[in-house]
């Protein structure tokens, strides 16, 4: 790899830019890709490596090119330290997403009830500010607190979270959107938000409801096909 090259692509990590880098087999010319100069071709193998997080070789009109992904890590920003966070963390590390448990609460967001994760007990609107949730990240709001959740979904309706979740019944949800178009985001911006979190599988326990939120993690980060949650009217019954 050229000097050159090797700082391209340190700089694209840095800025946590998912990038590919290609080697052309067998004579071993590179490049970083997504390029607008590239051929088609190459950069939609590209982006599909970059889908799947799978590197390998591809064959693209009758070359090979092995194509290494270079995602930035997957993370989960759970607001609200409770029981489905405790099952949750287990779930979500153990499908390779970096897990940090936010709430002010100390009581709730210690070390005793979350070994080995990492925990900001600042308030959602300072986390989330320093966290900077990207492309790679998901968002899920389990306090039923306003003062808590709304911020967190303030912020991360502002980014590029590929997913938002926030538990609570149609009702809570109902009156979470009104306080949300009340900061000013639109109905287009707040349906990003699954909610009632998680997929629907009568889960009634803690450890069925984290079950059903990273089932749907995946599938929203996999483009699997999903039954549309019905809009509730943002003016609360």
Same mark, same amino acid.
């Given at each position: 790899?050229?000097? #050159?090259?090797?700082?391209?692509?340190?700089?694209? @990590?840095?800025?946590?830019?998912?990038?590919?880098?290609?080697?052309?087999?067998?004579?071993?010319?590179?490049?970083?890709?997504? #390029?607008?100069?590239?051929?088609?071709?190459?950069?939609?193998?590209?982006?599909?490596?970059?889908?799947?997080?799978?590197?390998?070789?591809?064959?693209?009109?009758?070359? /090979?090119?092995?194509?290494?992904?270079?995602?930035?890590?997957?993370?989960? &920003?759970?607001?609200?330290?409770?029981?489905?966070?405790?099952?949750?963390?287990?779930?979500?590390?153990?499908?390779?997403?970096?897990?940090?448990?936010?709430?002010?609460?100390?009581?709730?967001?210690?070390?005793?009830?979350?070994?080995?994760?990492?925990?900001?007990?600042?308030?959602?609107?300072?986390?989330?500010?320093?966290?900077?949730? /990207?492309? @790679?990240?998901?968002?899920?709001?389990?306090?039923? /607190?306003?003062?808590? #959740?709304?911020?967190?979904? /303030?912020?991360?309706?502002?980014?590029?979270?590929?997913?938002?979740?926030?538990?609570?019944?149609?009702?809570?949800?109902?009156?979470?959107?009104?306080?949300?178009? #009340?900061?000013?985001?639109?109905?287009?911006?707040?349906?990003?938000?699954?909610?009632?979190?998680?997929?629907?599988?009568?889960?009634?326990?803690?450890?069925?409801?984290?079950?059903?939120?990273?089932?749907?993690?995946?599938? &929203?980060? @996999?483009?699997?096909?999903?039954?549309?949650?019905?809009?509730?009217?943002?003016?609360?019954?």
């Amino acid at each position: 790899m050229t000097p #050159d090259l090797l700082a391209a692509l340190e700089k694209a @990590r840095a800025a946590k830019q998912p990038i590919v880098l290609a080697t052309q087999l067998p004579g071993g010319e590179q490049c970083l890709l997504p #390029d607008p100069g590239a051929p088609a071709a190459v950069n939609e193998a590209a982006r599909a490596v970059l889908e799947s997080d799978v590197s390998g070789t591809h064959k693209i009109d009758g070359v /090979d090119w092995f194509m290494h992904a270079y995602n930035p890590p997957l993370r989960l &920003v759970i607001v609200g330290a409770v029981h489905i966070a405790q099952a949750l963390v287990q779930f979500s590390t153990s499908c390779g997403y970096a897990t940090t448990v936010v709430d002010p609460r100390r009581s709730f967001a210690s070390d005793e009830r979350f070994p080995n994760v990492t925990i900001s007990t600042e308030w959602p609107d300072e986390a989330m500010e320093a966290f900077k949730p /990207d492309s @790679r990240t998901a968002v899920v709001t389990l306090t039923h /607190d306003p003062k808590l #959740d709304d911020p967190a979904l /303030d912020r991360a309706l502002k980014s590029g979270a590929f997913y938002i979740g926030a538990l609570g019944s149609r009702r809570t949800h109902a009156a979470r959107l009104k306080r949300l178009s #009340d900061l000013g985001h639109t109905e287009e911006a707040m349906s990003r938000i699954r909610g009632p979190v998680g997929l629907n599988i009568e889960a009634v326990t803690a450890p069925e409801i984290a079950a059903s939120i990273i089932s749907e993690i995946i599938a &929203v980060r @996999r483009g699997a096909p999903l039954p549309p949650k019905s809009a509730p009217k943002t003016t609360p019954p």
